[in-house]
């Protein structure tokens, strides 16, 4: 895609629902993708959504895909300590699945 | 399958020498990009591997950096004359044909003194 865009921070009670939020530009985005990043490690797949779906839930995970507005978020139910992380938005264009990421999300779950 | 792997997981240099990352992807997976990540930002794409064929490299990547992936399994990523602005965890991720999975490895840390 082209450009993607999320908040930065986000702190949450452990026990609460976290929503991770991110908007993205490219109206050809075919997939939207969530991955999480734990300190010092790669980056993890969550989930992922395709384009002309508007919902997806995955156990704790739900996504929801707002085309028109061009709008993605990620919903972490019950959020554990283990959540925490950074949570990156990211779409893919194209035959290949280029993959372009936002900035990322810090969670940050407190006891 | 044992997932994506880089080697080294830190390389430490001093500016102006050469560096060279490997990759081994996950088998059978004919799809591999490299990125590169930088504090506080997300990954930003670097290259492309359809097999051994190069399709994409990002205006990012300048004329000192070069991947190659002479059997379409493995990826080398080499820098030429690191400079310090090099300085940044370097990603390697893989795909299976036109699968909209991308698995990527734990990456290179690349510090640049």
């Known amino acids: 895609g082209e450009d993607v865009e999320q908040s930065l921070f986000l702190s949450v009670r452990e026990g609460d629902s976290s929503v991770i939020n991110c908007t993205y530009t490219?109206?050809?985005?075919?997939?939207l993708y969530w991955y999480k990043q734990e300190p010092g490690a790669g980056l993890q797949l969550l989930t992922y959504?395709?384009?002309?779906?508007d919902m997806k839930q995955d156990q704790r995970l739900t996504v929801l895909l707002n085309k028109k507005d061009k709008h993605l978020s990620l919903r972490i139910a019950d959020t554990q300590t283990g959540d925490s992380a950074i949570y990156f938005c990211?779409?893919?264009?194209?035959?290949?699945?280029?993959?372009?990421f936002g900035t990322g999300t810090k969670l940050q779950v407190i006891p | 399958d044992t997932g994506v792997s880089q080697d080294p997981r830190h390389k430490i240099t001093k500016r102006g020498q050469n560096v060279t990352f490997r990759c081994d992807p996950i088998s059978e997976h004919n799809r591999l990009y490299w990125y590169r990540q930088t504090l506080g930002q997300g990954p930003e794409f670097l290259t492309y591997?359809?097999?051994?064929?190069?399709?994409?490299k990002s205006r990012l990547l300048s004329d000192r950096f070069s991947a190659e992936r002479p059997k379409g399994s493995f990826s080398t990523l080499e820098i030429q004359r690191t400079e310090q602005g090099d300085s940044a965890m370097y990603l390697c991720?893989?795909?299976?044909?036109?699968?909209?999975?991308?698995?990527f490895g734990s990456g290179t840390q690349l510090s640049v003194l």
């Open positions: 490219d109206s050809s985005s075919t997939y």
């Open positions: 959504i395709f384009s002309n779906m």
């Open positions: 991720a893989s795909g299976e044909g036109t699968n909209e999975k991308l698995f």
């Open positions: 990211a779409d893919s264009v194209g035959g290949y699945q280029k993959v372009t």
């Open positions: 591997f359809q097999n051994e064929a190069q399709l994409e």
